[in-house]
């Protein structure tokens, strides 16, 4: 796969899910969802899924004339898919945020750009840990620490806060790892639109449970159309990466969805972004991603 396909495709997955961040917290002001609203908040989420993988399952099954259906061994493997990268992970980060600071969390979520480099190599032989990659995570997590390190600390440590969005982030790296797995049996579109519905509807149910209650009105419909749109077309793209490419060179790009997110935050929630540590954090993650999929030599020959 040409590189130039590869940095196009999956930064435009990586925008769209940055996007995602200024999207949410737009949503919860137009649903009037607080803070503590764990129930309304897996609802937002779950409905916003299900029709992501509905709209995928749709595209698929009217593009090939026929209805997208898995063969009859892989149901359980899609639920899998769908609980791990889904509904585990938001259920994990949406908990693990009530609990910790917004900029912690977004620190500890980049791990899904590291912990699938250093798992890889155990399910795939020809993904190898190697010096410039290593050299590569420490540059990017050094750029997203910069862009949320406020007041020269972090603070402490919560199993329900830190450790929940650390759960979080090793339940998207896992999941990562699966459907490349999965990539050999099955379309991208049938992985990735049957693990959205599957996951979504599971999320539903958790916010069911949890009391969540959402106020619709045609700006709240509007907007999960468009946060449906952008997971379908993410996901979609994010899964025929890894189904084409060695993990550890896709999951580095994971580092600029906080990029995106902070510069679209600033954009449409009025947020200040033109500043040093901005501009420095950008440097860092961009250069983290070139070293990790550069040509050159390795640092540890």
Not at 186 to 202: A, C, D, F, P
């Amino acid at each position: 796969m040409k590189k130039q396909k590869v940095i196009l495709l999956a930064v435009l997955a990586t925008f769209l899910w940055g996007s995602a961040y200024p999207s949410i917290k737009i949503g919860y002001e137009i649903f009037s969802i607080a803070g503590s609203d764990l129930g309304s908040k897996l609802l937002f989420a779950g409905i916003r899924f299900t029709m992501a993988g509905m709209m995928v399952l749709g595209y698929t099954a009217f593009t090939e004339r026929k209805a997208c259906v898995p063969p009859g061994n892989m149901w359980g493997r899609l639920l899998i898919l769908g609980i791990m990268q889904t509904t585990i992970q938001y259920i994990f980060f949406y908990i693990g945020l009530a609990n910790t600071t917004g900029a912690k969390s977004a620190i500890i979520n980049s791990f899904t750009a590291f912990f699938p480099i250093m798992l890889a190599p155990i399910f795939f032989r020809d993904d190898k840990i190697t010096g410039k990659k290593i050299f590569g995570c420490i540059l990017g997590l050094a750029g997203i620490i910069i862009i949320n390190l406020k007041g020269g600390e972090l603070g402490g440590f919560r199993l329900t806060g830190e450790g929940f969005a650390l759960f979080a982030a090793m339940a998207q790296s896992l999941a990562s790892i699966y459907s490349k797995k999965l990539a050999r049996y099955m379309s991208v579109m049938t992985i990735t639109g049957y693990q959205l519905t599957m996951g979504g509807i599971l999320l539903i149910l958790a916010g069911w449970i949890g009391n969540g209650n959402l106020k619709f009105c045609w700006q709240g419909a509007a907007l999960l159309l468009y946060m449906a749109g952008l997971s379908a077309v993410a996901f979609t793209v994010w899964t025929y990466l890894l189904s084409k490419n060695p993990v550890s060179t896709i999951s580095i790009y994971n580092l600029l969805i906080p990029i995106f997110g902070t510069i679209l935050s600033g954009i449409f929630l009025k947020e200040n972004i033109m500043t040093l540590t901005h501009t420095l954090s950008v440097i860092l993650v961009c250069s983290g991603i070139a070293i990790v999929n550069g040509k050159g030599k390795d640092l540890s020959q």
